[in-house]
């Protein structure tokens, strides 16, 4: 469920807005997003994987500067994610 939450959340970054490459900040976000990805069990994560190919595609053309800004935020969210994640494992 959260993991869907994080693909929603880059979903509507990816709609808000070209380049063929990634920015830095999408290549480090992207890269976590994978690993979260790669720790869901294969039969569940087939379809958010498939999404996450689409937003990927998505992001590498929008402009940089918009990859940049958009990747940042997205990087932020799921450091924030970990943290109350992390806080209720310990609380619980």
Not at 13 to 25: E, F, G, R, V
Not at 52 to 66: D, G, H, N, T
Request: proline residues 3%; hydrophobic residues 35%.
């Amino acid at each position: 469920m959260k993991r869907k939450l994080l693909l929603m959340i880059t979903l509507s970054m990816a709609t808000q807005i070209s380049s063929a490459q990634l920015a830095p900040s999408c290549i480090a976000y992207f890269s976590e997003y994978e690993n979260l990805l790669n720790a869901i069990p294969a039969s569940e994560s087939v379809n958010l994987k498939r999404e996450y190919a689409e937003v990927k595609k998505q992001f590498s053309s929008l402009p940089q500067y918009i990859q940049e800004q958009s990747c940042l935020q997205a990087s932020e969210k799921l450091e924030q994610r970990h943290q109350t994640d992390e806080q209720n494992t310990i609380h619980t």
